[in-house]
């Protein structure tokens, strides 16, 4: 008898109990295998939202001709092109501007050399050969002197009790007392700031050009010129920003050595306030706090009253009423979109994931079609094409049975959670939600 044939009585209750086990390994080895083809999609996959799943954006293949297809459209007439050589193609992100100064270095013959070899008679310029190189010339260094020169009376010094002193007019200095430039202290910023050079390298940079300048100087010019100047600008941005009727709001983690009270692993956090896609002089300001507190946002936002633009923290929806918070349809669209990627490839196509996808991208393409339409035309399309596609897929999550911890079930709790705040945009005709598909300047994603 093979060993398969054998037959094992065990009791009900037995046999339910490791039913309902086999049920949860089950579930939790497809969790993780979910997770796996999404760290792998993260590690490997492309950075970008855009997927063959955007219908919007990939043609199919095979419906190529008729997709592409356009009878209203005339053909060109033909034009004889005249025989020419092909240039050499340049690089398309080798531009340099127009206005850049050009230095002129012309090379000739000496007079004496002006001789044709065959007849020894005169030479003439019959044409001139150019070739263009790009210079660079290194930070220069120099010292900048402000000599004030002061002026006494004669007369007064021979006759009078007393000699005025009259001083010639001069700029004040950036730091009383220092001998820092307005020009120096730009560069380490700079420097430090944009390009992410730290104050240590910058040292060892001015030393090996023979210039001692440590870092703790330069550390001082930082702080001071940053309370002198910048600081006063800051503030006054920011009443400039709470004077808005939308803003958006995001935060992000980082990592403060040496912070008091704080080990060098724990997360402090960088709020960023900038102003929406309508402002004629956008605004973008950062603040650091040591924690995510939502006393900061709070804090920052006094005096603002308007429409926010937010993430799914819980933080922000405890602020003032004045505060009308709106969700950020992107970071809802996101969890569809990773639940998708974490299915197997044959699955995907007619999953949950993929239609709660598309009813985001329908809502994207209807804000595109609304882009250049007044605030109160978009104010009406939105209620007339919007809200149904809204009103169709909240209705749809609403009947779905997806367990919570999968990631289908994150995206449609997250959006279920968020629906009030989702539905907000379509308050305002002047606010425009992001669209992750699109790359504009404008755009910005809570």
């Known amino acids: 008898m093979k060993n398969d044939d054998l ?68 053909e060109p007439e033909l034009i004889e092109v005249e025989r020419h050589y092909r240039k050499r193609k340049r690089t398309a992100n080798d531009r340099l501007p127009d206005d850049l100064p050009v230095e002129i270095i012309e090379y000739d013959l000496p007079l004496e050399e002006q001789i044709c070899p065959e007849c020894d008679g005169g030479l003439h310029v019959m044409g001139k050969e150019t070739r263009r190189e790009l210079l660079i010339i290194p930070a220069q260094v120099k010292i900048r002197e402000h000599v004030r020169k002061v002026y006494a009376c004669r007369d007064c010094e021979r006759n009078g009790c007393s000699v005025p002193i009259v001083k010639a007019p001069t700029t004040e200095p950036v730091i009383k007392g220092s001998f820092a430039s ?35 100087t330069m550390s001082n010019w930082l702080i001071r010129a940053t309370e002198d100047w910048l600081e006063p600008i800051y503030d006054a941005l920011h009443k400039m920003l709470c004077a808005h009727t939308a803003l958006h709001a995001d935060e992000t983690t980082l990592q403060v050595l040496r912070e008091p009270g704080k080990k060098a692993q724990s997360d402090s956090y960088m709020w960023m306030y900038r102003t929406s896609s309508d402002a004629k002089h956008p605004i973008i ?78 809502l994207f393409e209807l804000e595109r079609k609304f882009a250049q339409m007044t605030p109160d035309e978009r104010f009406q399309k939105r ?14 999550l609403s009947t779905l049975n997806v367990l919570p911890k999968t990631p289908i079930g994150v995206a449609v709790n997250y959006a279920l959670r968020q629906r009030d705040y989702l539905e907000r945009y379509l308050l305002w005709s002047r606010y425009k939600i992001y669209d992750p598909l699109v790359s504009e300047g404008n755009q910005i994603c809570a």
């Open 7 to 74: 037959t094992v009585t065990i009791p009900l209750s037995e046999y339910e109990s490791l039913k309902a086990k086999n049920a949860e390994l089950t579930q939790r080895v497809d969790w993780f295998m979910e997770q796996f083809r999404l760290s792998q999609h993260r590690r490997f996959g492309a950075s970008s939202e855009k997927s063959a799943y955007d219908s919007h954006y990939q043609v199919n293949l095979f419906n190529e001709v008729e997709t592409t297809a356009d009878a209203n459209v005339t």
């Open 182 to 216: 307005p020009e120096a202290i730009a560069h380490i910023m700079e420097q430090k700031f944009v390009m992410g050079s730290p104050l240590y390298r910058q040292e060892a940079q001015w030393q090996r050009n023979g210039i001692m300048l440590s870092r703790q």
């Open 285 to 362: 300001l950062f603040e650091y706090q040591i924690d995510r507190k939502p006393t900061h946002p709070e804090k920052f936002l006094k005096g603002f009253e308007g429409y926010l633009h937010t993430d799914g923290y819980v933080g922000y929806h405890n602020l003032p009423k004045r505060v009308i918070i709106v969700g950020c349809w992107a970071h809802a669209r996101r969890k569809f979109d990773e639940a998708l990627k974490g299915l197997p490839e044959k699955d995907r196509k007619d999953s949950n994931a993929a239609l709660g996808k598309k009813y985001c991208d329908k």
């Open 383 to 396: 209620q007339e094409l919007s809200k149904p596609v809204l009103d169709d897929f909240f209705t749809w």
